[in-house]
């Protein structure tokens, strides 16, 4: 039962309580009803609601914005709820909205996610499907090694559904999808549909998100990946998760076309214009480092460290760990041979929103000390 006298001081905790885990805004207000909590699911929702909007901090600030926005593109043709007229400020409307008309709202909205669950549940096989070709044509390319098309067929076997995020959660986690661990793995894809107000066709970017997905699921349970540790296990086991976010971002990119265009260029501001959203920094950052110094590298070779069996010599493992290590020193020469861990370190215990303007910032700087030239990301909002 919600405690409506709860004391509200951070818009983002209160956003994790409105927005989370997958389920649909108003659940709770829905499953309450004809209990004597209804009353007391649905304040504690506008309690929820109101916080977040009027909280002054930068990433409550997004958040908001991002929600605004995905319920916008999410419902471009509202008549679906006939009974009122929302436009794109939806987080205002809520705030604003009685307990009847918010009441209404919970009930469209936990009825869309389901017709959105249904959609993506039809589109399921397809997607799947999508994700073990990329494997495939990346195998082919010889830019993956052989090994990898079997531990992407048991990360499909094992996580046969994907669940939907409605236009609240996903905006409320500013995400297009996650995976997430603890007692079972699942992912959770956001409404990526073409005709996002009918849930029909599936597009390159849904099924993009969904690979993206997969390979996150590929590195929990094979035990590959880089972000437990490059050299050798980190105390945090998300130490060097932006290592993996920006293999990962670029292997879903270059799998895309089966011509496979600049496999080995993994920055950004030397790829496509199509190819610039999507952990652009961590991409940029890791990029410019693989090329610093005495000791370049190719995204294959990064790649193929990646997917190495964590039950090997891990000789690739540690022939890439001592180039970052040894390339980020040169990045960060006032931290030494721990450049890469003081960096990382720094990042992982950052708020989503301070990652980015971190990773901009070490963008800038290597640049500068390259002598590059280096896009500035476009703005989301």
Known sequence: MANVELSVENGVDQARLVFGDGVPLGRQVVDAYGSQSHLEELEFLRLGIRSLRDAKDEESIRTVRTINRRFDSDTADLHEIEKFWIGPRVMTWLARASLNDLDYFCTWNVNRHERQQQALDAATPELRADTLERVDRLIAANFLPLHARGMFGRAVREIPKLHALDSFD????????????????????????????????????????????????????TGTGLKRGIYHPALHDDLFAWVDEAIIEHMSFVSEDERYPLLNVM???????????????????????????????????????????PNRSRVIRHIVASKLLANFAVVMPEYGENALYEFSEAYVAKSPVERHIMARNAVARIAEQMGVTVQTAPKTH
């Open 170 to 221: 996903a905006g409320g986690y500013m995400t297009d999808g996650h995976m997430t661990t603890g007692s079972q793995l699942a992912i959770s894809i956001a409404n990526l549909f073409k005709h996002p107000e009918s849930f029909e066709v599936v597009t390159p970017h849904m099924k993009q998100t969904v690979f993206h997905e997969y390979s996150h699921v590929v590195t929990e349970i």
């Open 267 to 309: 920055r950004p501001t030397l790829r496509p214009s199509t190819e610039q959203s999507g952990y652009r920094e961590e991409r940029e950052v890791l990029g410019l480092v693989m090329h610093m110094g005495d000791n370049p590298m190719t995204a294959k070779d990064v790649v193929a460290a990646h997917f190495e069996y």
